[in-house]
């Protein structure tokens, strides 16, 4: 007789706790796949306070858990987030409290720059809907800042480079915001910069920038994506101090680009477009100086042959002096010939009126002048008697009785006038004269119309109305083919019908 193997004695099988068989695993596991590649989806992105990133990588078929530990995670080049294709580099192990395998990522990368430039034109669209990108947010550069704010790497050749392209132009006040311009944690401390900066009173201890520049060196698309974040990006849009985009190198271009004030090519052209040249703007100042001094030469030699050529049409003063003395002299002898005739006149008249009596004369005729004059006066303001009052006022009271009977006359008659037309018209438009010229109008007894044979016949009996009066009608051989409304047997009592 044979034995199956679920014969076989359960005591010759090792017995295991689950912790032993679950390290079992573990070390079959990861002596496998000690070192794997895989490519996925980013889906369940999440950041721990721990500083440890977990997620699942997936395909259209199968789900991978993965975590990165906060070392490594610090060091990845790019923010991942759901939806990004990625390869992730690190070795296969367990986790035996869910009894589940996942990778141990140490090292992450994006399948692909397609990968990136599709999230990137995504968050592009996704933005420029906010209006962050509009034209009109934009601000113009001060030509010439007074103070200027970096935000760069401290220890890299773009702060080295703006220094000296700035000491060659025009020597100016620089601080600097030392940031990571790559890496984990760049974009947010790109970002405080930029707010940091924005942040500062304007008459504070440290002088507030007149105008920003941030700055990076060149690199792939991974090393520049901190530039890209959404953070930054909306950093460098409310910003209220102008700002100048120098990240990378002229082909490279990053959101911040679009959010900005304006973009450089290279973080010199950066410097050169925060200051002018000082030389140049020296010998600027020369020229328009030499040419406001020409310029006000030629007024003043322009004004000096206005003033010569009025002064010869002149002619000389001293003439003029002279001959208004003459005329002085001829007035001043009339007056004193008038003074004289004038004086004599007066004494003539005082003899005359002086005579004995001509004063009482004309006083006398003086006060009878007055007095006709006070009685003249009197009359006028003496009241009138009580009777002529009223007669005035019984005039004036049959005056209005009389227009007021005149208007209303007038008005009677052209409201009448207006009836009668309106009742010609409504005579006009009544159908009762259709009626008087021979035709008949076919209605029921509640006098709705009826329009067609097939409505009579339904109807069974109807009125039929000519000019002088209605005749009712019965529709013969057809019995009526609607049962009689509530409106038929609403007849008035006492009102027989009329079939």
């Not at 035709?439 to 109305?465: C, H, K, N, P, Q």
Request: charged share 25%; with cysteine; proline share 6%.
């Amino acid at each position: 007789m044979s034995s199956s193997p679920s014969a076989v004695p359960a005591g010759n099988l090792p017995e295991l706790t689950v912790s032993e068989l679950s390290n079992r695993l573990k070390r079959t596991v990861e002596d496998a796949f000690g070192l794997v590649r895989v490519r996925g989806e980013i889906s369940g992105f999440k950041r721990a306070a721990s500083g440890h990133i977990y997620l699942t990588l997936k395909d259209a078929d199968a789900n991978l858990d993965a975590v990165c530990w906060k070392g490594t995670a610090g060091r990845l080049p790019f923010k991942p987030e759901d939806g990004l294709e990625v390869i992730c580099t690190g070795k296969l192990t367990t986790y035996p409290s869910r009894s589940r395998y996942q990778l141990v990522i140490e090292r992450m990368e994006p399948a692909g720059v397609g990968a990136l430039m599709a999230l990137l034109e995504e968050r592009r669209k996704k933005l420029a809907a906010e209006g962050l990108f509009d034209t009109a947010r934009k601000r113009p550069i001060p030509k010439l800042p007074v103070v200027i704010g970096v935000v760069t790497s401290p220890t890299g050749a773009v702060i080295r480079d703006i220094l000296h392209r700035l000491r060659d132009r025009f020597p100016r006040h620089v601080l600097l915001w030392p940031v990571l311009v790559q890496g984990e944690g760049a974009a947010e401390q790109v970002a405080r910069a930029i707010r940091g900066f924005n942040a500062l009173p304007p008459d504070g201890p440290i002088p507030r920038p007149d105008v920003l520049i941030v700055a990076r060196g060149g690199g792939s698309i991974e090393d520049l994506w901190a530039f890209n974040e959404e953070v930054v990006v909306r950093a460098a849009a409310a910003s209220d101090i102008p700002l100048i985009s120098a990240v990378g190198h002229e082909t490279d271009t990053t959101l911040i680009d679009f959010a900005s004030d304006m973009r450089a090519p290279t973080p010199t052209a950066a410097a050169e477009i925060a200051v002018p040249v000082r030389a140049e703007l020296m010998a600027q100042l020369a020229d328009l100086e030499r040419r406001f001094t020409v310029a006000g030469l030629r007024a003043i030699e322009q004004r000096r042959e206005r003033v010569t050529s009025l002064a010869r049409g002149l002619g000389d003063p001293r003439r003029l002096i002279e001959t208004a003395s003459q005329r002085l002299d001829d007035a001043a002898e009339h007056l004193r010939r008038s003074l004289t005739v004038i004086l004599k006149d007066r004494r003539l008249h005082l003899a005359e009126t002086a005579a004995p009596g001509r004063i009482e004369r004309a006083l006398g005729i003086a006060l009878r002048r007055k007095t006709d004059q006070v009685e003249g006066l009197a009359a006028r303001l003496r009241p009138q008697p009580i009777t002529t009052e009223i007669a005035r006022a019984r005039r004036e009271l049959a005056r209005l009785q009389t227009a007021l009977g005149a208007a209303f006359t007038r008005t009677v008659s052209e409201r009448r006038r207006q009836l009668d037309s309106t009742g010609k018209l409504l005579d006009s438009l009544s159908y009762r004269g259709v009626l008087a010229r021979g035709f008949a109008y076919a209605r029921t007894e509640d006098g709705s119309a009826i329009a067609s044979a097939t409505v009579a016949r339904t109807e069974g009996r109807f009125l039929i109305e000519f000019g002088d009066g209605a005749v009712p009608v019965l529709v013969e051989g057809e019995a009526p083919r609607r049962a009689p409304s509530k409106r038929d047997g609403s007849r008035p009592p006492g009102q027989g019908s009329l079939l």
